[in-house]
């Protein structure tokens, strides 16, 4: 028995709402059903979003990849935080032949007219926005020198279909899916 989600979105409250009740509803599905092959294909694309509802959406999925078999094939883009569901996700990740990749630091809007003016809380915030980066940078063991250097300033990083099939044809092996 194979299912499929279709997600083509930004990632926002209301659409990862959706997704993960369409989800739910396939894992009643299977739980009712008594055929023991069961798979369910994710097909994946969004030019980013909420970061918060990107890790809500890849715990969700990463929680059933033990009851039944999932895939997640990405198509088009993974921007922003678009990535984290296949970069973050446990099981088999496909890139399709035209997909391309987009990663850069958390992004974070003060509403200062005067940066040098900044205050001791905006200050601890952009602290710890630089900390973070630092921390992501172990994380994307495929980045050039260049590139995480460019990461830690703040800048968009483009993977090309290249790049993105090689990552995630050197994760799946890792994970052995």
Not at 34 to 58: A, T
Not at 79 to 103: A, K, W
Not at 104 to 129: A, P, R, W, Y
Not at 134 to 157: C, P, Q, R, T, V
């Amino acid at each position: 028995m194979i299912r499929y989600i279709i997600f083509l979105d930004h990632i926002d409250e209301k659409s990862v709402e959706l997704f993960l009740n369409n989800f739910s509803l396939i894992v009643k599905e299977f739980e009712l059903t008594e055929i023991d092959d069961k798979k369910l294909i994710i097909y994946f694309s969004s030019s980013g979003g909420s970061v918060e509802y990107s890790n809500y959406m890849i715990d969700f999925i990463n929680r059933h990849i033990n009851k039944f078999k999932i895939e997640l094939f990405i198509s088009n883009i993974v921007y922003s935080s678009g990535f984290i569901i296949p970069f973050d996700f446990n099981g088999h990740v496909t890139v399709s032949e035209f997909c391309t990749g987009l990663i850069h630091k958390i992004d974070l809007s003060l509403n200062i007219s005067d940066f040098n003016k900044i205050n001791t809380v905006g200050q601890f915030m952009l602290n710890e926005v630089n900390i973070s980066a630092e921390k992501d940078i172990n994380k994307f063991w495929f980045l050039s020198e260049e590139n995480k250097a460019n990461f830690i300033e703040g800048k968009d990083i483009y993977l090309s279909n290249n790049e993105l099939t090689y990552i995630f044809e050197t994760q799946n092996l890792r994970k052995c899916v």
